[in-house]
């Protein structure tokens, strides 16, 4: 089972926290901190349980690059009732007619578990670093 935890940014940095609320009269989120102090968050994205070639955790809106052979491609990171997702490398899409691809062929658990192919976190899609 993958650990429960969400990310946002309160303007100045991002903050990490198991739980978080939604207010929808005043469409906000909140997180709680460590100290259980609520702190109004936005660009929230949930930890998807993969992990990067460097230890990082990838979220949900992260940017990455994987690697698959001589084939690079850089997608978003996409949650899904069914996993997680990124956008299908053309070549790929053109041979399978597939438009989007699990995440975890390209990335580790942190753990052992799972391919470790080429996978580096770039970016997200609120600052695309690339």
């Not at 969400?6 to 739980?19: A, H, L």
Request: proline share 2%; net charge negative; aromatic share 14%.
């Amino acid at each position: 089972m993958r650990e429960l935890l969400f990310r946002g940014y309160d303007g100045m940095d991002w903050v990490y926290g198991m739980t978080l609320t939604y207010e929808r009269e005043t469409d906000t989120y909140f997180m709680m901190q460590d100290d259980e102090e609520w702190v109004m968050v936005c660009n929230v994205g949930q930890y998807t349980g993969l992990m990067d070639d460097k230890g990082e955790r990838i979220f949900e809106g992260d940017i990455v690059k994987v690697i698959d052979g001589k084939r690079e491609n850089i997608s978003e990171v996409y949650m899904h009732p069914y996993g997680v997702y990124i956008n299908a490398h053309p070549f790929v899409k053109e041979l399978t007619g597939r438009e989007i691809e699990h995440l975890y062929n390209y990335c580790d658990y942190g753990d052992g578990r799972g391919i470790s192919q080429r996978c580096v976190i770039v970016g997200d899609k609120f600052e695309k670093h690339i």
